[in-house]
């Protein structure tokens, strides 16, 4: 009886129904849980790029951080929560249907009268996704820090992205050349002098994600190109 | 999180803990430990052992799967066809390890992104299937539980052992807390930490010395 094959296929089928069940069981109870744990990264993830680190300071993040949704043609979108774009999905629905419109949630710190503007990006690196935040100054071309983090890449290689050895390679680069045309900052393999303001090193064994950070820093930082530079001429 | 502590085995008529169900749980401590002896679950021992916080875990979490694995999978001995028996194995394993998953992402999301793909990859921890195919397939559910409770002891307390030699080495710390104090690292002590540690490759030096030692006090040798 065990082994007729009416019996192993309704097991099989048994066990498989169960498992989901019990899966998906608890993937509902817990969802309100991790998502708490998701929002405060992101919110800590965000002021870290100007420095507020310490252990509550996510708790204050509506007082340091006003945020905007901007479109395609650098203009505020004023009925959409930054908080509620999934840029990466965004971005891979772009990538498949080039009409769809893209819209990128920007973060802007004030200190002392000065403007920081928090960018954020979406990318792939070898595994899944990688994702980060880049301060850019009052001026939209120095760099003052940069944060990564990945969903699932390499422990010890691709993984490294988000030490501070790889992030702090970023704080002073430039991003646009000195004509003030756009060249992002690049993560390369090559040789290259240290004050270089557009490269940074790669990570060795870590090929794929370094290339996809470089591509990420690309693509998105040229998106809040447009918004910043009119809002510095206002 | 419950899942530390094993349900209280189901005896009829027997002393709580015979002879034999002690050596269910004391064998794998050391004479068939699954690192030292089996040499399983090497590449986890390698790669979630640089600080003891996210080791300690680690083992938790391990343990979880491997006791509760081998007592579902013992329950449903006999009514697994043996053909698709593997499937059904990793199934339930499988089953496991995301709950696991899912429960530290909940509660503990800071260790959790730690141990990144570790936990996932608990699923390819041999000493899981082994237990399952070698035991939970064969024994009372009673017997089974024991059994995974002494082979994920077996494994808890070399890796917590890799562990604490890599973090108290590798960055003068144990559990985050600082032990070597700072004053010994300025220039004219010149103490520094060992940048070995905190590579996969240190955690092979001391598995590899750990296994010598054992093995020598236990005259064990490797058949030919």
Not at chain 2, 152 to 170: K, N, T
Request: neutral net charge; proline residues 4%; hydrophobic residues 45%.
């Amino acid at each position: 009886m065990l082994n007729s094959n009416t019996y192993v296929f309704g097991f099989a089928f048994a066990v498989t129904v169960l498992v989901a069940l019990m899966l998906s069981g608890a993937a509902t109870v817990l969802k309100p849980f991790q998502e708490q744990n998701f929002l405060k990264e992101k919110q800590e993830n965000i002021l870290s790029v100007v420095g507020k680190v310490a252990p509550d300071d996510y708790k204050k993040f509506d007082q340091y951080i006003k945020s905007v949704v901007i479109d395609e043609q650098g203009n505020e979108v004023k009925n959409m929560k930054a908080f509620d774009i999934n840029l990466a999905y965004d971005k891979k629905l772009k990538s498949k249907n080039p009409s769809h419109k893209l819209n990128y949630p920007l973060y802007i710190f004030e200190e002392g009268g000065k403007k920081t503007y928090i960018l954020q990006m979406a990318g792939v690196g070898l595994w899944g996704p990688i994702w980060g935040y880049l301060a850019l100054d009052e001026d939209g071309n120095t760099v003052k820090k940069a944060v990564f983090d990945h969903k699932g890449e390499t422990p010890g290689l691709g993984a490294e992205i988000n030490t501070d050895g790889f992030e702090g390679q970023f704080s002073n680069r430039k991003i646009l050349d000195e004509s003030g045309s756009f060249v992002s900052v690049q993560v390369t393999k090559e040789a290259k002098s240290d004050d270089d303001p557009h490269k940074v090193d790669a990570i060795s064994g870590g090929t794929i994600t370094s290339t996809g950070v470089s591509n990420m820093l690309k693509e998105d930082i040229q998106f809040y190109l447009t918004y910043i530079n009119k809002s510095k001429k206002v | 999180m419950s899942i530390a502590t094993a349900p209280e085995p189901v005896k009829e008529s027997k002393p709580l803990l015979s002879k034999k169900d002690r050596k269910l749980v004391t064998d794998p401590l050391s004479d068939s430990n699954p690192i030292t002896i089996q040499v399983l679950g090497i590449c986890s021992a390698l790669a979630v052992t640089t600080q003891l916080k996210p080791t300690l875990v680690m083992a938790i979490s391990v343990t979880a799967v491997v006791v509760f694995s081998n007592l579902i999978v013992s329950l449903i001995r006999n009514l697994i066809p043996s053909r698709i028996r593997i499937i059904v194995q990793l199934a339930v394993v499988s089953l496991l390890v995301i709950l696991v998953d899912e429960v530290l992402k909940a509660f503990v999301y800071d260790v959790s992104k730690q141990l990144s793909v570790f936990v996932g990859l608990i699923i390819t921890n041999c000493i899981v299937m082994g237990r399952l195919e070698a035991f939970a397939m064969g024994n009372k559910p009673g017997a089974s539980i024991l059994d995974g409770l002494g082979n994920s002891a077996g494994y808890a307390w070399v890796i917590l052992a890799v562990a604490f030699v890599r973090e108290l080495f590798g960055s003068g710390k144990l559990f985050g807390f600082r032990i070597v104090p700072e004053a010994f690292y300025a220039p004219e002590f010149g103490y520094v930490n060992n940048g070995l540690m905190m590579i996969p490759a240190g955690a092979l030096f001391i598995v590899a010395t750990i296994i010598w030692i054992q093995r020598s006090l236990n005259k064990y040798t490797e058949e030919a």
